[in-house]
């Protein structure tokens, strides 16, 4: 099974800064077919299931706000949340969507500072 | 407008099994395959399975098979899953989850609440 493992653990950023998850894979999610990385990423607010904001790395899903980016290939990964709210207080998690199983890293959890 | 409405929390003792149910509204509920997912309290997400509800097709990963079942009711656009021979290990919150995509990779674009399994003596 591929293994997504996420830094770092938790994440305190001023209101109005930016704020940089990473995330890394045990293998390479390159798509071949589309030069597209199988990468998601996940909001999770506390009390809520969670919520898609990203997936093939960089796409971002609809309604998202455009200060949550992603970015990355291969093996490594970033989301970026820009202007951050505090709105945006959660637990962030990627998978990959690479051959099943898929996986999730642990989470990073992002609060204000 | 797509929702998925999970069955209530569940208490059950070690060894027991347990049957959680997601009702899907607001699309065409054959077209998108369902996948159950669960997270352990203060834990990460773990992927159990998936089923297309057209076809009753189902794959699971090796960790869960001959542990997990999932079914379907075309008739009232509802999912099944099914999990057998519980120990504590086995509490988690239980999210039912729609793929985005007919085809094409896991990643899910709809949730549900969730449903509360504690194993406990």
């Known amino acids: 099974d591929i293994v997504m493992t996420q830094s770092p653990d938790s994440l305190g950023v001023s209101l109005g800064e930016r704020a940089t998850l990473t995330c890394r894979s045990s293998q390479s999610l390159l798509n071949r077919s589309n030069n597209e990385s199988s990468l998601a990423w996940y909001q999770q607010r506390p009390g809520q299931p969670p919520k898609l904001l990203i997936y093939w790395a960089t796409t971002r899903e609809s309604g998202v706000p455009d200060r949550f980016s992603g970015s990355g290939s291969g093996t490594h990964f970033t989301l970026t949340i820009n202007n951050l709210q505090a709105e945006d207080v959660a637990v962030y998690y990627c998978q990959h969507h690479s051959s099943p199983p898929i996986t999730f890293g642990q989470g990073t959890r992002l609060d204000i500072k | 407008q797509v929702h998925l409405v999970q069955s209530g929390a569940e208490v059950k003792k070690p060894g027991a099994s347990v049957k959680v149910s997601c009702k899907t509204s607001g699309y065409t509920f054959t077209g998108y395959y369902l996948h159950w997912l669960r997270q352990a309290p203060g834990q990460g997400l773990e992927w159990m399975g998936r089923?297309?509800?057209?076809?009753?097709?189902?794959d699971f990963p090796q960790k869960f098979q001959g542990r997990v079942s999932m079914t379907r009711d075309t008739s009232i656009s509802t999912v099944y899953m099914e999990l057998i021979r519980l120990t504590s290990a086995d509490t988690a919150l239980y999210y039912c989850?729609?793929?985005?995509?007919?085809?094409?990779?896991?990643?899910?674009?709809?949730w549900g609440l969730g449903t509360l399994v504690p194993v406990s003596s």
């Open positions: 089923i297309h509800p057209k076809t009753g097709g189902t």
């Open positions: 989850a729609r793929q985005k995509y007919a085809f094409g990779p896991y990643y899910f674009d709809h």
